[in-house]
């Protein structure tokens, strides 16, 4: 018995299910998430990696043990990543969620850009309201980078994501802004995509000669690059706008070349595009039966991918094909279009109404906040008196930290002599041909707190446990090498040279000012391993032992 076409639309989206949950990226994220740790982490990604989909084997950059979480949030990030590329779109959110909730302690570039994964993620899955929330986030990041480039994508995914949650008329004016900062980015692949999205919402404007313009130009800019899957895409929005054009021939040639390419490459959702494109153009070449055969693979594809702004445009073509010749099954396409068009408008909708609820707020709260003033003036000067105390605490925690930014920068300046001084004494002790002393230069502000920081967080350790170089570049989020090369740039001595001299200038202010403690004592609060290390080190460097030093500053 032959198969129907809604078994057929039944049976093709869960044997692409079945064949997308073989892939190994599956099993590995299945293993790191049973045991999060480094090891399967750098398995995941080692993956990634040879399949071509990253450009490094780690995702840690110079840090060789970072914490737990930066691992979780990388590993998850990138699985959402992966699982847009495939177009699994609920697999893609999940893991987008989870990373996002560590992403946000971590810095702002890596929180933006979870977040405009998700956008997209949300956008494809046609929930605009959530798209929109997590896109104006972004922006708001992307706007305090300066980076234009990054502020161009925000506005471009915003301006998306409003034309498919039927504003088109508001998503060209982001769209327009996101041409600008493209421009300034100068860019051709960043050009080529929001010309592309430009096209699109003309096109849904029905200003297809503009959408045509638009287009060609995404095609020039794509060129340069030598993209050659972008140009497909390019090619299909092209071919798309032809059919509003009502050149349905040329169109035809075009995807005739496209959807073959994106047969290939596994690109379902531009292939799920450009089919239900042929299907249009086929039916305005009076090719009915070929056209249906474009649009139902289309619906089928839609259906297993989630998208169901794409299956609305190939049900309703698949309608206005067949409701003369067999109106029954031509009607239960209908009811379908409709189905999916009052699932897109509701929650374009909810997108609206929350906006408005929340600018309604707004004005209420200021409403009642005036009428409650009116009534009682009471809660005035309440207000008065909480901003003088505010006032009052923020002159006091600013003067409080500038004598601890004065003390600090006394501290460095007393340090830095010793380190002169220091330099010079090594300077002597060996063959003047073989030595060379930096010249003292004028550290700038960022350099002094860098020097300041080493020596808090040393001063910090120093009670608790003996100082190494290691330990200190740990506590600053470092490696040690960068801490070599970082220290010697602005002191012109190793990185264990300046420590040894801050848990000096430590241990000499505790011998003056705390006269009966013990050597072994003073060693222990500033991070020796024992009382012998310890005045070994301060008989090296001032010549005297720790106990001649007091008895100096006694006399």
């Known amino acids: 018995m032959p198969l129907s076409i809604r078994h057929i639309l039944t049976i093709v989206p869960l044997v692409l299910s079945l064949t997308i949950s073989a892939h190994p990226v599956d099993s590995l994220l ?183 313009c638009y287009a060609d130009s995404a095609c020039v800019m794509e060129a340069t690059t030598g993209n050659t899957h972008k140009m497909m895409v390019r090619q299909s929005q092209k071919a798309s706008i032809l059919n509003g054009l009502k050149r349905y021939e040329e169109a035809y040639q075009i995807l005739a070349k496209v959807i073959p390419y994106f047969r290939q490459s596994g ?102 906040n005036t009428r409650l003033k009116q009534r009682d003036k009471m809660y005035a000067i309440i207000a008065i008196i909480a901003a003088v105390l505010i006032t009052i605490a923020t002159t006091i925690a600013v003067l409080w930290y500038r004598k601890r930014r004065e003390e600090m920068d006394k501290q460095l300046n007393a340090l830095m002599i010793k380190v002169n001084s220091f330099k010079a004494q090594e300077a002597k002790s060996v063959p003047v041909e073989t030595t060379e002393v930096k010249p003292d230069k004028q550290l700038s502000a960022a350099e002094r707190r860098f020097l300041e920081n080493i020596m808090h967080t040393t001063t910090q350790m120093m009670p608790n446990e003996a100082i190494t170089v290691e330990k200190i570049a740990g506590k600053l989020i470092m490696t040690p090498k960068t801490l070599y090369r970082r220290v010697m740039e602005l002191t012109g001595i190793s990185a264990k040279q300046y420590l040894l001299l801050i848990q000096l200038e430590q241990s000499q202010r505790i011998l003056v000012e705390e006269p009966e403690a013990s050597i072994l004592d003073v060693a222990m609060r500033c991070g020796f391993e024992n009382a012998n290390t310890f005045s070994g080190a301060f008989k090296r460097v001032y010549n005297l032992s720790p106990t001649e030093f007091r008895r100096q500053a006694e006399g």
Not at 50 to 74: I, N, Q, S, W
Not at 269 to 277: E, T
Not at 331 to 354: G, M, N, V
């Open 30 to 212: 299945e293993i790191f998430d049973r045991k999060p740790s480094l090891k399967n982490a750098d398995a995941f990604f080692a993956y990634l990696y040879e399949d071509g989909f990253t450009d490094a084997p780690r995702m840690y950059r110079d840090v060789p043990t970072p914490p737990l979480d930066t691992v979780k949030a990388l590993v998850w990030y990138w699985a959402g990543e992966w699982y847009y590329a495939t177009q699994q779109y609920p697999l893609a959110e999940k893991n987008l969620l989870r990373a996002l909730d560590l992403m946000q302690y971590a810095d702002k570039i890596s929180y933006s850009d979870n977040l405009a994964m998700l956008g997209l993620v949300e956008m494809r899955q046609s929930k605009y309201e959530e798209a929109l929330r997590y896109m104006q986030r972004c922006y708001e990041l992307d706007m305090e980078s300066g980076d234009p480039e990054r502020i161009c994508s925000s506005l471009n995914t915003i301006a998306g994501t409003l034309m498919a949650a039927g504003d088109p008329t508001e998503g060209m004016k982001y769209e327009l802004r996101a041409i600008e900062y493209a421009k300034k980015a100068g860019n051709p692949a960043r050009l080529a995509v929001v010309y592309g999205m430009a096209s699109e919402i003309e096109h849904t404007l029905r200003n297809d000669e503009q959408a045509l």
């Open 267 to 368: 690109d379902q959702l531009s292939l799920a595009i450009s089919l239900n494109k042929m299907g249009i153009a086929l039916h305005g070449l009076g090719k009915p039966n070929e056209a249906l055969t474009h649009l139902y693979e289309a619906i089928s594809i839609c259906q297993s991918i989630g998208n169901m702004m794409n299956e609305a445009y190939a049900q309703r073509e698949v309608y206005e094909i067949l409701f003369r010749d067999n109106p029954d099954e031509a009607r239960t396409h209908l009811l379908r279009y409709h189905e999916l068009k009052d699932s897109l408008y509701s929650q374009a909708t909810a997108e609206q109404i929350a906006r408005f609820n929340a600018e309604f707020r707004v004005c209420e709260y200021a409403v009642e």
